[in-house]
């Protein structure tokens, strides 16, 4: 019961601050979970990232002449 | 000698439109819970702006590394 007051106080009752608890959510929360699957499909893919990859390529970085 | 009011002494109160400061008072905390909720919402909408990216959300202290772009100058095109 007190929790329930406590986040309708401080979140749901006035609308300006419910408003701005959604908007900051989505702008953290977007950011947030963009990183943390960036982390993990490169830790799962790792090896087989270009990042990876272009290290064990020879010559790569030097100039390419294709003739 | 008789020493009487004829009329109400009406004195204007500093105002800006219709706004006075006792009004002003009374909007002034809506005003900026409001305005907070209008900044949030702005950056939502312009997260994948580049022009925000580069200029206002790359310098949030701990969450702006997500805005900053690393290449390698290498995978650059010339």
Partial sequence: MSFYHTVFNTVFKRNSVFLTTIFAGAFVFQAVFDEGVNKWWEARNKGKLWKDVKLTIPGAGEEEDDE | ?78
């Fill in chain 2, 1 to 78: 000698m008789v020493n009487y009011i004829s009329k109400p002494a009406y004195k204007a109160v500093a105002h800006f439109g219709q706004i006075t400061p006792t009004a002003f008072k009374g909007y002034f905390t809506s005003l900026i819970f409001w305005g907070t909720a209008t900044v949030f919402g702005l950056a939502t909408f312009t997260e994948a702006w580049p022009l925000f990216q580069k200029n206002v959300y790359s310098k949030i202290p701990v969450l702006g590394k997500h805005w900053q772009k690393e290449v390698d100058p290498q995978d650059l095109p010339i």
